[in-house]
């Protein structure tokens, strides 16, 4: 009976001493990596903002490049400012933003949020040289992109905000089921009053 309550005792030992995972879990275990984007075919406008939406939030520059067209402008008008002034911003000013947010080691996150499809106004184009273009207008109550650094949040979105995408369609492309593949040209945002 000595013997193997004896055995018992020493397998116990040896088990404890060998730091079990039961009995003495990992004090800071790393999280599972993020699983990769996935982003879809811009066979349509919708889809390009969807591509935008993941490629923003995941800061993934190479993807973010390919949602716009390279002759891309983009403008931001605050009408309840006291002198209202247009900033625009441009392709290259686009990538350099979203490296400027992938380099950032103090950014804990960033999201966009482009709101459910059902949400958005489709419109036809109101640029008369470019009839084959797409619009989407999307309230800023559906729209909502933020990035927080250390303890401050910026926040893109509410009542008096509308965002107004304008797509421009490529040259026809087998890849697309559409065999047409679309890209942001124009970014329209403004604060009304």
């Given at each position: 009976m000595q013997f193997s309550v004896f055995g018992a005792l020493f397998a116990l030992a040896a088990v404890?001493?060998?730091?079990?995972?039961?009995?003495?879990?990992?004090?800071?275990?790393?999280?599972?990596?993020?699983?990769?984007?996935?982003?879809?075919?811009?066979?349509?406008?919708?889809?390009?903002?969807?591509?935008?939406?993941?490629?923003?939030?995941?800061?993934?520059?190479?993807?973010?490049?390919?949602?716009?067209?390279?002759?891309?402008v983009g403008s931001s008008l605050d009408q309840s400012d006291t002198n209202p002034e247009t900033i625009s911003f441009t392709y290259s000013e686009e990538v350099a933003h979203i490296a400027a947010l992938a380099r950032s080691p103090t950014i804990s996150s960033v999201t966009f949020d482009v709101g459910p499809a059902t949400s958005w106004n489709r419109l036809t184009s109101d640029d008369p040289s470019h009839p084959e273009w797409a619009v989407i207008q999307i309230a800023g109550t559906s729209l909502d992109v933020q990035v927080t650094d250390g303890r401050d949040t910026w926040q893109a979105s509410g009542l008096k905000e509308y965002f107004q995408f304008s797509f421009a369609p490529t040259t026809p492309a087998p890849s697309s089921p559409s065999d047409t593949l679309w890209k942001i040209v124009r970014w329209v945002e403004t604060r009304s009053p």
């Open positions: 404890l001493l060998a730091g079990c995972g039961i009995f003495d879990p990992e004090k800071n275990p790393v999280p599972p990596p993020e699983p990769p984007a996935e982003y879809v075919i811009p066979s349509q406008p919708g889809y390009v903002l969807n591509n935008l939406e993941i490629a923003y939030s995941h800061r993934d520059s190479t993807a973010y490049k390919e949602v716009y067209d390279s002759t891309y």
